[in-house]
């Protein structure tokens, strides 16, 4: 991993000048007025910010934190994104990604959560209320669900789990455009209002990071049981490695 001044966005397939940075001319028949406007796209540094708000999963993934793939277009590494978005997502095509990326918009799994936390008071309103309900509960994921939601939902307030979903939706926007799902400016066209609005809602990249971790565990008890130590050293690393995005990209970087 490369240092702030040596951090590139490799554009992979074509290396052409992104089409967002061309000034536009427009003449203006009135007048016979020349207006050049310069639309400008995201800098380099602001979608490495965005890249870096998808650390854990990058993290966890090997893959790199300069590069919107994340990876180099090789046969294997397509294999394993296909693989991976078929297993987890059933995403088999840019349909399935745009219909994943909706689910995320319209509510994801902070949605659940929120549904839960709001119903928590009418269900139990002392400890030993809550107590005897969890007793009564023989699934192991919706008891686990449950003490997220009591541990977690006054604490996160309107945050939610949106840094677990969106977090999700980067990484989904990274792997689409590996598979061919979305072009390169499809994809940040998608990637950098997420980013905007993840940098709006947390305060810190340890914060977001938090926020995710939080989410899988409420997401399955089953995996977080499993292989969570993996996500959590990936997050401590995150904040603690000099060559971290987390650690040479400042949070509060300009991204509008």
């Known amino acids: ?36 406007n310069c639309a400008k796209g995201p800098t380099e540094e602001q979608k490495l910010w965005a890249l870096a708000a998808a650390g854990v999963l990058a993290e966890v993934n090997r893959h790199r934190h300069d590069m919107l793939a994340g990876s180099e277009p090789t046969p294997e590494q397509f294999d394993l994104a296909k693989q991976s978005l078929s297993r987890w997502w059933g995403i088999e095509c840019r349909e399935d990604l745009f219909r994943s990326l909706k689910w995320i918009e319209e509510g994801g799994h902070r949605q659940h959560f929120e549904e839960m936390g709001s119903y928590l008071p009418t269900i139990a309103r002392t400890e030993e209320q809550y107590n005897k309900m969890i007793a009564q509960i023989d699934d192991p994921e919706l008891k686990n669900a449950w003490n997220v939601v009591l541990r977690n939902w006054h604490y996160l307030g ?25 072009s390169e400016e499809e994809a940040w066209k998608l990637i950098m209002p ?3 609005l993840l940098q709006q809602t947390f305060d810190s990249w340890e914060q977001l990071g938090e926020n995710y971790l939080i989410g899988r565990e409420f997401w399955s008890y089953a995996r977080t049981k499993e292989n969570g130590w993996y996500f959590l050293q990936a997050f401590e690393k995150l904040l603690a490695d000099s060559t971290s995005p987390w650690v040479t990209i400042p949070w509060d970087l300009e991204l509008d």
């Open 1 to 36: 991993m490369k240092g702030p001044a040596t951090y590139h966005i490799i554009n992979e397939r074509c290396r052409i000048v992104n089409k967002a940075n061309i000034l536009l001319v427009l003449l203006l028949l009135h007048g016979g007025l020349l207006v050049i």
């Open 158 to 182: 309107k945050k939610s789990l949106l840094g677990w979903d969106y977090s999700r939706y980067i990484y989904l926007c990274r792997r689409g455009y590996l598979l061919g799902f979305i």
């Open 194 to 196: 997420i980013a905007q």
